[in-house]
């Protein structure tokens, strides 16, 4: 009303306590003439429903996100102007003392600045805010989020990523435990097998079978077996072809014994 006397033009007043309608209010303010003389003032209680739906929206917020909207009360105090979500008492009845550590974001706004950050709410939650200035109505707002449920769906995959990772570990211990068992015991079978050959069961042959190295490997052993087992049938049908050479040549030096001794 001051300015509007002093400046002789339409004034609109900043958002604060109104004790008739026990409300936030703001008003509109102008002059009114009659030819070069003033007559008087007319101030309008301006609506302030559109801008409390859009502070109160909840729209996108969640479970524990609100809009906070506040002016300075005076230069040490800022006061919020319309209810939240977790104190639905708090318009024009909450008031934050500037230079604190809770509600900083508002406090920034209110000092004509944009920003968003990780801040303490007035309820000593950690919350996450972004913040702006409305310079029009000399009006902070703030809308903001608890940080557990910003950061829950985050957790939330932090979680589901640990447990893939350990199902792909466990799987990867089950495959390399198969795999593992499919050479090893392959290996032990081969290696009893030549064991009992090498105890002079030469008959025993190795079952395994596949085109893999162990394959190969057995079906190595078991020529190998088969070789030596041909080999000594063959030095057997030698030997018994030399002792009865051998008898022969016994039978013969007999005779000729004989012989030279009927001779003498």
């Known amino acids: 009303f001051h300015h509007a006397i002093f400046l002789l033009n339409t004034q609109i007043s900043t958002i604060s306590y109104y004790p008739p309608s026990d409300e936030a209010a703001r008003f509109l303010i102008t002059p009114v003439f009659e030819h070069d003389s003033i007559l008087g003032f007319i101030a309008i209680q301006l609506n302030l429903a559109e801008l409390n739906g859009v502070i109160t929206s909840l729209t996108g917020l969640g479970q524990t996100g609100e809009v906070m909207a506040g002016i300075l009360k005076d230069k040490a105090t800022a006061l919020l102007v319309a209810p939240l979500r977790h104190a639905p008492d708090a318009a024009m009845n909450l008031s934050i003392q500037l230079g604190s550590k809770r509600v900083s974001p508002l406090q920034q706004a209110l000092q004509g600045k944009l920003g968003n950050a990780a801040s303490i709410d007035y309820r000593g939650t950690s919350v996450e805010a972004a913040w702006g200035y409305v310079p029009e109505m000399e009006l902070g707002v703030v809308v903001k989020i608890d940080r557990h449920e910003l950061l829950e769906p985050v957790v939330s995959l932090q979680y589901t990523f640990i447990i893939v990772v350990l199902l792909i570990l466990a799987l990867t211990i089950y495959a390399a ?88």
Not at 198 to 212: F, I, M, T
């Open 177 to 264: 435990a198969i795999f593992s068992r499919s050479i090893s015991t392959p290996i032990k079978k081969l290696k009893e097998t030549t064991t009992l050959y090498a105890k002079g069961q030469y008959d025993v042959r190795s079952e395994l079978n596949g085109e893999n190295e162990i394959g190969q490997l057995s079906a190595a052993f078991n020529m190998m077996a088969d070789n030596i087992k041909q080999y000594h049938a063959q030095l057997n049908e030698k030997n018994k072809a030399l002792k009865a050479y051998g008898e022969q040549l016994e039978q013969r030096v007999a005779e000729r014994t004989a012989t030279l001794t009927a001779a003498n």
